[in-house]
């Protein structure tokens, strides 16, 4: 009895049978390449995720469940303060949707309310010390992504729940060490954020097709991955024409 293939063939089930919104795009597809969110937008095949993917998807899938039981249990026994929990947020003039982890709207001075965003990320040994490793070791850009995401998540937190001030935090769980810090994210990434999606939804209406035809440079042309290694671990490696991705498949 192979038990780790009997386990793979499950993920690759729940993998296969997980049910996401058609036709829009996804906050936490915040950053990728334009030719890859014109990919997913129009559900073009994608490659199967490796059992060794499956199960790494797994471990981040269970710490989130386990963090939102915990801020679900916390959330019943304090009726009294305003939280949300998995907040489905939607944003229809950028035609994009998305879940934000955990929300809680509070009132300080001068009745002046605040709503503290957290959206939650699972990091192995090296992305931790990108992020909180010694200052050599540390890469500015490293959750560019997750700021983008968290950003976009701030848009639609903005407009229906219309706070006088918000805050913004990545939190992170090291997969090797259980370990847990936040990391506070600056406000302009909601302008980043908004700049990101009106680019995107232009260059879909306007340039679509001429760009899926044309070789695009991480780095060096707009829509495209923030750095080239993302293209190694794209689900559309094998469609994509992009002399990188082509690179890798070489």
Same mark, same amino acid.
């Given at each position: 009895?192979?038990?780790?293939?009997?386990?793979?063939?499950?993920?690759?089930?729940?993998?296969?049978?997980?049910?996401?919104?058609?036709?829009?795009?996804?906050?936490?597809?915040?950053?990728?390449?334009?030719?890859?969110?014109?990919?997913?937008?129009?559900?073009?095949?994608?490659?199967?995720?490796?059992?060794?993917?499956?199960?790494?998807?797994?471990?981040?899938?269970?710490?989130?469940?386990?963090?939102?039981?915990?801020?679900?249990?916390?959330?019943?026994?304090?009726?009294?303060?305003?939280?949300?929990?998995?907040?489905?947020?939607?944003?229809?003039?950028?035609?994009? %949707?998305?879940?934000?982890?955990?929300?809680?709207?509070? *009132?300080?001075?001068? &009745? +002046?309310?605040?709503?503290?965003?957290? #959206? !939650?990320?699972?990091?192995?040994?090296?992305?931790?010390?990108?992020?909180?490793?010694?200052?050599?070791?540390?890469?500015?850009?490293?959750?560019?992504?997750?700021?983008?995401?968290?950003?976009?998540?701030?848009?639609?937190?903005?407009?229906?729940?219309?706070?006088?001030?918000?805050?913004?935090?990545?939190?992170?769980?090291?997969?090797? %060490?259980?370990?847990?810090?936040?990391?506070?994210?600056? *406000?302009?990434?909601? &302008? +980043?954020?908004?700049?990101?999606?009106? #680019? !995107?939804?232009?260059?879909?209406?306007?340039?679509?097709?001429?760009?899926?035809?044309?070789?695009?440079?991480?780095?060096?042309?707009?829509?495209?991955?923030?750095?080239?290694?993302?293209?190694?671990?794209?689900?559309?490696?094998?469609?994509?024409?992009?002399?990188?991705?082509?690179?890798?498949?070489?």
């Amino acid at each position: 009895m192979n038990i780790e293939q009997i386990y793979c063939d499950y993920l690759d089930e729940i993998n296969k049978n997980y049910d996401r919104d058609k036709g829009v795009f996804h906050a936490s597809s915040a950053g990728s390449c334009y030719r890859k969110q014109m990919y997913s937008y129009f559900e073009f095949p994608q490659e199967e995720l490796d059992n060794k993917s499956l199960k790494i998807l797994r471990l981040g899938t269970i710490v989130h469940s386990d963090i939102e039981e915990a801020l679900t249990k916390y959330q019943d026994a304090n009726p009294e303060k305003e939280i949300y929990i998995e907040e489905k947020v939607k944003i229809p003039e950028l035609n994009v %949707t998305g879940t934000f982890d955990y929300g809680e709207m509070t *009132n300080g001075k001068e &009745d +002046k309310s605040t709503f503290n965003l957290y #959206d !939650l990320k699972t990091a192995a040994a090296y992305k931790w010390s990108t992020l909180f490793g010694r200052k050599e070791n540390r890469n500015i850009n490293s959750a560019d992504n997750y700021k983008l995401q968290l950003g976009t998540y701030a848009l639609a937190v903005k407009d229906r729940f219309d706070p006088d001030y918000l805050q913004m935090y990545l939190l992170f769980y090291n997969k090797n %060490t259980s370990m847990m810090r936040e990391k506070l994210v600056m *406000n302009p990434w909601i &302008d +980043k954020a908004l700049e990101y999606w009106v #680019d !995107l939804n232009t260059w879909l209406e306007d340039a679509g097709e001429k760009y899926f035809e044309e070789e695009l440079v991480p780095e060096m042309t707009d829509g495209v991955p923030f750095s080239d290694w993302e293209c190694s671990y794209c689900s559309y490696n094998e469609i994509c024409p992009s002399q990188i991705a082509n690179k890798k498949r070489k």
